[in-house]
């Protein structure tokens, strides 16, 4: 039992020590996200089009 009180202690103890990211960081964290998950959607897809073109130009 005394284990269990140790861990649930700890854990308390780290909870404290997180320092969590202010809203303007947030909000421009996740644009950066979304602005390079665009540009990757849009690389595959100008790569796969050239694909599909080129193959259907083979065969």
Do not use: H, Q
Request: charged residues 20%; positive net charge; proline residues 2%.
């Amino acid at each position: 039992m005394k284990k269990i009180l140790d861990y649930i202690k700890s854990v308390r103890g780290e909870w404290f020590k997180i320092v969590w990211p202010s809203r303007d960081t947030v909000i421009r964290t996740t644009m950066m996200i979304l602005v390079f998950s665009a540009l990757a959607a849009l690389f595959f897809f100008v790569v796969d089009s050239l694909l599909n073109a080129i193959v259907g130009w083979i065969f």
